[in-house]
């Protein structure tokens, strides 16, 4: 079992910056692939970005392109996104995800962390 839990949202003007950090609890955090995704107010959860076990590769969305980073710190069981260059279509919560890289469905998921970026 997987415990996660986000950390380093708040309130931010348009342009800045935002570190957010994902610990996780148990075993194995090394095997996993880890995700940040987005939530906003009345829309769809989307994806962000997914990191590789060794955070050697990502994935981003269109909308991180060139303005978000991925990474981790598999001696801390830490994951972070690194926010620069925020918008008001940012503000959403986020939520870090665990997932066995063989599989498609992510298996654990945080309680989220609010990010709002005012204009």
């Known amino acids: 079992q997987v415990q996660l839990v986000e950390s380093g949202g708040g309130l931010v003007q348009t342009g800045g910056s935002l570190r957010l950090s994902c610990t996780a609890s148990?075993?194995?955090?090394?095997?996993?692939?880890m995700c940040w995704f987005r939530q906003a107010p009345g829309k769809e959860r989307e994806f962000v970005i997914a990191i590789s076990t060794s955070g050697g590769a990502q994935v981003y969305a269109d909308s991180a392109k060139g303005r978000f980073t991925g990474s981790r710190d598999n001696a801390k069981n830490t994951v972070y996104l690194q926010m620069n260059s925020l918008k008001p279509e940012d503000t959403a919560v986020y939520y870090c995800a665990a997932k066995n890289p063989g599989l498609s469905q992510y298996s654990y998921w945080g309680q989220g962390t609010q990010v709002t970026v005012s204009s």
């Open positions: 148990g075993r194995f955090f090394s095997r996993y692939t």
